[in-house]
Nanobody, 111 residues
Framework: QVQLVESGGGLVQAGGSLRLSCVASGIIFGLYDMNWYRQAPGKQRELVAS???????DYGESVKGRFTISRDNAKRTVSLQMDSLKLEDTAVYYC?????WGQGTQVTVSS
């Protein structure tokens, strides 16, 4: 079955950290560029971070210096380490590659 399954979301205080993970199945994971998107209530979905099959990374301006994307091809997993979290990071976070999307995981940052 071709799917992406996210985990690791939750409630955290501002300034704290969370680590999201996304496990892929049904694809040759190492060949795919992987992305993390997020969508806050009332806002459009935005690209948070991406990592290519060659491990080049890119980040949205709002998360640069705070978030780190990584991948483990042996485990078919892409991770998003989120540090120094802010209230505005509250959103549903989605794992994506090409036309494939995960179900999303909620991240809520409280004051």
């Amino acid at each position: 079955q071709v799917q992406l399954v996210e985990s690791g979301g939750g409630l955290v205080q501002a300034g704290g950290s969370l680590r999201l993970s996304c496990v892929a199945s049904g694809i040759i994971f190492g060949l795919y560029d992987m992305n993390w998107y997020r969508q806050a209530p009332g806002k459009q979905r935005e690209l948070v971070a991406s990592i290519t099959s060659g491990r080049s990374t890119d980040y949205g301006e709002s998360v640069k210096g705070r978030f780190t994307i990584s991948r483990d091809n042996a485990k078919r997993t892409v991770s998003l380490q989120m540090d120094s979290l802010k209230l505005e990071d509250t959103a549903v976070y989605y794992c994506n590659t090409r036309l494939l999307w995960g179900q999303g995981t909620q991240v809520t940052v409280s004051s």
